[in-house]
């Protein structure tokens, strides 16, 4: 109806420095009330062309420009973002679902620190030279901005994945083409307002809404845009990499995850058991770095068992704006109807459900019970084979085995298609270099979890993606490389 479409939000394109009118959208909802309370552009071809000229356009003066005045603008972005922390994290919550604690902790500072970190470090790289005196010759590389970056970020952690991707490219002097998911879009819109006051020139970043199929696709085909940077699922990320293939593009993608914990019996429990309870459950567990596999050794498998499941009762689900709720909504209605499945699945194969989805009732408060919401779910009894163990779930589900010794277990670990993260508890020290050293996985943490460092290389191996990014990996992506040789 005319009437209730007036207090939608109604998000534009931001094309050239200006925000452009579309003409289709897409509803996005409120994950936590299940009202749509946003229409977001149904971009296609034309709208990205549209925003590939503009960079194109726009690359001869940025790239150009000294890493220092880029810089600038990156941090004046930054603080712009860091001023308006509370509207942002705000929208963050409402758009995705999350707690507002935690976008306002987490995803928001985040976003700003990504984009002085790399406002900070790219100007500071240096170049390789060796002599070859023999032969009379100097050779150095230079390394050089390649383009118009296509960058493509998912819906878990909207703002702080996406400006994981525009600092690095903008920073290199690359322009941009971005699009966030179609189902988390205010936050890119919100910073995209702020863009003309940070001094950011006109179609360095231009910012295209829209699905994967449409405006992914068009942005991905784009015969000027040599480089594809994606988060997202090892689906979509297939369909990129035939897609692109024609084109020879450069491709970073970071997918995936079924990241297991390996808990030796020698494990502070006292640390062990609170962390690995939010590497569960943070963010719903919509984060690609959770915990969904729990190897527990036989000799501390019933205690760990019994204080684990009492731990993550205490979580609490409901409205993601109230500060003592640990959970907040799930994406969306296919996708919580997705997660549930699973666990369905897992109780038709004989697994036990110990607490959560089926097993405990959930009271929502007045105003979300059509929201999207889940208990914190823990299966145990479940084989290994079982999809739930195989298959990347993306939910507050974790499952939880015993086992009984470190070659078997490593064996276990690394019995799956993906390798982005895993967590070893032990307080032997030989153990955990040894453990870490034959998991396949991208990211090790051992007695934490989720403590990064972004100078060092993040990404996974197998199914979970291609390419690594931080400090020098992200400034080798968005640069090309040239060996220059002098004869003197």
Same mark, same amino acid.
């Given at each position: 109806?005319?009437?209730?479409?007036?207090?939608l939000?109604?998000?534009?394109?931001?094309?050239?420095?200006?925000?452009?009118?579309?003409?289709? @959208? +897409?509803?996005?909802?409120?994950?936590?009330?299940?009202?749509?309370?946003? %229409?977001?552009?149904?971009?296609?071809?034309?709208?990205?062309?549209?925003?590939v000229?503009?960079?194109?356009?726009?690359?001869?003066?940025?790239?150009?420009?000294?890493?220092?005045?880029?810089?600038?603008?990156?941090?004046?972005?930054?603080?712009? +973002?860091?001023?308006?922390?509370?509207?942002?994290?705000?929208?963050?919550?409402?758009?995705?679902?999350?707690?507002?604690?935690?976008?306002?902790?987490?995803?928001?500072p %985040?976003?700003?620190?990504?984009?002085?970190?790399?406002?900070?470090?790219? &100007?500071?790289?240096?170049?390789?030279?060796?002599?070859?005196?023999?032969?009379?010759?100097?050779?150095?590389?230079?390394?050089? &901005?390649?383009g118009?970056?296509?960058?493509?970020?998912?819906?878990?952690? !909207?703002l702080?994945?996406?400006?994981?991707?525009i600092? &690095?490219?903008?920073?290199?002097?690359?322009?941009?083409?971005?699009?966030?998911?179609?189902?988390? $879009?205010?936050?890119?819109?919100?910073?995209?307002?702020?863009?003309?006051?940070?001094?950011?020139?006109?179609?360095?970043v231009?910012?295209?809404?829209?699905a994967?199929?449409?405006?992914?696709?068009?942005?991905?085909?784009?015969?000027?845009?040599?480089?594809?940077?994606? =988060?997202?699922?090892?689906?979509?990320?297939?369909?990129?990499?035939?897609?692109?293939?024609?084109?020879?593009?450069?491709?970073?993608?970071?997918?995936?995850?079924?990241?297991?914990?390996?808990?030796?019996?020698?494990?502070?429990?006292?640390?062990?058991?609170?962390?690995?309870?939010? $590497? $569960?459950f943070?963010?719903?567990g919509? +984060?690609?770095?959770?915990?969904?596999?729990?190897?527990?050794?036989?000799?501390?498998?019933?205690?760990?068992?019994?204080?684990?499941?009492?731990?993550?009762?205490k979580?609490?689900?409901?409205?993601?704006?109230? &500060?003592?709720?640990?959970?907040?909504?799930?994406?969306?209605?296919e996708?919580?109807e997705?997660?549930?499945?699973?666990?369905?699945?897992a109780?038709?194969?004989?697994?036990?459900?110990?607490?959560?989805?089926?097993?405990?009732?959930? =009271?929502?408060?007045?105003?979300?019970?059509?929201? @999207?919401?889940?208990?914190? =779910?823990?299966?145990?009894?479940?084989?290994?084979?079982?999809?739930c163990?195989?298959?990347?779930?993306?939910?507050p589900?974790?499952?939880?085995?015993?086992?009984?010794?470190?070659?078997?277990?490593?064996?276990?670990?690394n019995?799956?298609?993906?390798?982005?993260?895993?967590?070893?508890?032990?307080?032997?020290?030989?153990?955990?270099?040894?453990?870490?050293?034959?998991?396949?996985?991208?990211?090790?943490w051992?007695?934490?979890?989720?403590v990064?460092?972004?100078?060092? !290389?993040?990404?996974?191996?197998?199914? $979970?993606?291609?390419?690594?990014?931080?400090?020098?990996?992200? @400034?080798?992506?968005? =640069?090309?490389?040239?060996?220059?040789? +002098?004869?003197?």
């Open positions: 109806t005319m009437s209730s479409s007036k207090t939000l109604v998000l534009e394109n931001f094309i050239a420095g200006k925000f452009v009118p579309c003409s289709s @959208y +897409i509803d996005s909802y409120n994950p936590s009330t299940g009202d749509v309370y946003c %229409r977001v552009p149904d971009s296609g071809k034309e709208e990205v062309e549209a925003a000229r503009a960079a194109k356009d726009a690359f001869p003066m940025w790239s150009s420009k000294s890493p220092l005045e880029r810089s600038q603008i990156m941090n004046k972005l930054a603080d712009l +973002i860091e001023e308006d922390l509370e509207a942002f994290a705000q929208a963050e919550s409402k758009d995705q679902g999350k707690t507002v604690a935690f976008a306002r902790t987490v995803d928001v %985040r976003a700003v620190y990504n984009l002085r970190f790399f406002a900070s470090c790219v &100007p500071h790289r240096t170049a390789e030279c060796t002599e070859a005196a023999a032969l009379g010759c100097l050779h150095y590389t230079s390394r050089r &901005p390649v118009v970056a296509g960058l493509i970020s998912p819906w878990n952690l !909207p702080y994945l996406l400006t994981w991707k600092a &690095p490219a903008i920073a290199c002097g690359n322009t941009v083409v971005a699009k966030p998911s179609e189902m988390t $879009s205010v936050t890119a819109w919100m910073m995209c307002k702020l863009f003309e006051k940070a001094g950011m020139p006109h179609g360095v231009n910012v295209v809404f829209g994967g199929s449409k405006a992914g696709e068009a942005i991905v085909c784009h015969p000027d845009v040599p480089l594809i940077s994606f =988060t997202g699922s090892t689906l979509t990320a297939q369909r990129i990499t035939e897609k692109s293939a024609p084109h020879c593009k450069k491709l970073s993608l970071e997918l995936g995850g079924k990241n297991p914990a390996l808990i030796f019996d020698d494990a502070d429990l006292s640390q062990c058991i609170p962390t690995t309870v939010r $590497s $569960s943070a963010n719903q919509e +984060i690609c770095l959770c915990t969904s596999r729990i190897f527990v050794q036989k000799g501390i498998y019933s205690e760990f068992l019994k204080r684990f499941v009492a731990e993550t009762k979580w609490k689900v409901g409205n993601p704006s109230d &500060p003592t709720v640990n959970v907040g909504a799930l994406i969306s209605k996708h919580l997705k997660v549930r499945n699973y666990v369905k699945k109780q038709a194969e004989g697994a036990k459900i110990l607490c959560g989805e089926g097993v405990d009732s959930l =009271t929502l408060p007045t105003g979300n019970e059509k929201g @999207y919401f889940m208990l914190p =779910t823990v299966i145990t009894e479940i084989k290994d084979e079982s999809c163990m195989q298959e990347e779930i993306f939910g589900v974790t499952c939880v085995v015993a086992f009984d010794t470190e070659e078997e277990v490593i064996e276990r670990a019995g799956v298609k993906y390798g982005l993260a895993a967590t070893v508890w032990s307080s032997n020290v030989s153990r955990v270099h040894r453990v870490a050293q034959r998991l396949q996985s991208g990211l090790v051992t007695n934490c979890w989720l990064r460092d972004l100078n060092l !290389p993040f990404g996974g191996m197998k199914a $979970s993606g291609v390419g690594r990014e931080g400090a020098k990996d992200s @400034y080798e992506f968005f =640069t090309e490389v040239k060996t220059i040789t +002098i004869k003197h």
